[in-house]
């Protein structure tokens, strides 16, 4: 069984402010990827990133970054600088080599930008 | 541009309604999903396919059926709409290959009346 756990439902931040999304996921697998995607209020899931288990290098992708640490069954994700059209729900998923089809997703946080 | 695209955007049903939901993809992919969301949940898996006439249920495929005839297009059927079914469905394609991005429709929100 996978699981994945975001605990944080709702962030309200003013603009340029940095925001952190904490994902927590759980698996037995030692083989598994990590996901996050973006749900703009037009609806459709737009992919960010994806990390395999044996890579926990640190990225960076202009403003964001993610902090994908095993020790703590997390892969977090942050927004620098934040702007209003990062106002959307943030998914983080998780798929692992045990449900080699199957992407197990987080509830979700919902995100809100302030001007 | 790849794309997925789910047949309504909104639809409005009543209660005991036989309903299809049809998406397609043009990516040629194997792995089709369907996903429903609710608020709270996340979004939970129904049925996937990773082939043509092939079918795998998901978390919650009770109330559902699936059918996949052609490689681009899976539909997810409700054989006799609830309420309890009012939702935004999610369709999803993937290569077959195991750890790559699923691509996502816009969904369809279902209201069961």
């Known amino acids: 069984a996978q699981k994945v756990t975001q605990a944080q439902t709702e962030i309200s931040v003013v603009e340029k402010e940095d925001v952190t999304l904490d994902c927590v996921y759980e698996?037995?697998?030692?083989?598994?990827?990590l996901f996050w995607y973006k749900q703009p209020p037009s609806g459709e899931l737009v992919f960010l990133i994806r990390r395999n288990s044996f890579d926990e290098q640190n990225e960076i992708s202009g403003r964001y970054s993610w902090n994908f640490q095993k020790s703590t069954s997390s892969f977090n994700f942050t927004i620098t600088a934040s702007q209003v059209v990062d106002s959307a729900v943030y998914f983080c998923?998780?798929?692992?080599?045990?449900?080699?089809?199957?992407?197990?997703f987080g509830s979700g946080t919902q995100l809100t930008v302030l001007p | 541009d790849v794309k997925v695209t789910q047949s309504s955007r909104y639809l409005v049903k009543r209660t005991g309604e036989k309903v299809f939901l049809e998406c397609v993809q043009d990516m040629d992919h194997e792995n089709m999903f369907w996903y429903r969301q609710d608020p709270g949940l996340g979004l939970r898996l129904i049925y996937f396919s990773y082939d043509v006439k092939m079918k795998e249920k998901g978390d919650i495929p009770e109330g559902y059926s699936v059918s996949r005839e052609k490689k681009e297009r899976f539909s997810l059927i409700l054989e006799s709409a609830s309420t309890n079914q009012t939702s935004m469905y999610l369709c999803a394609s993937s290569t077959g290959q195991w750890g790559t991005e699923a691509f996502f429709g816009q969904g369809t929100r279902l209201t069961v009346v």
């Open positions: 698996t037995r697998d030692t083989t598994y990827y």
């Open positions: 998923a998780l798929s692992s080599s045990g449900s080699a089809r199957q992407l197990t």
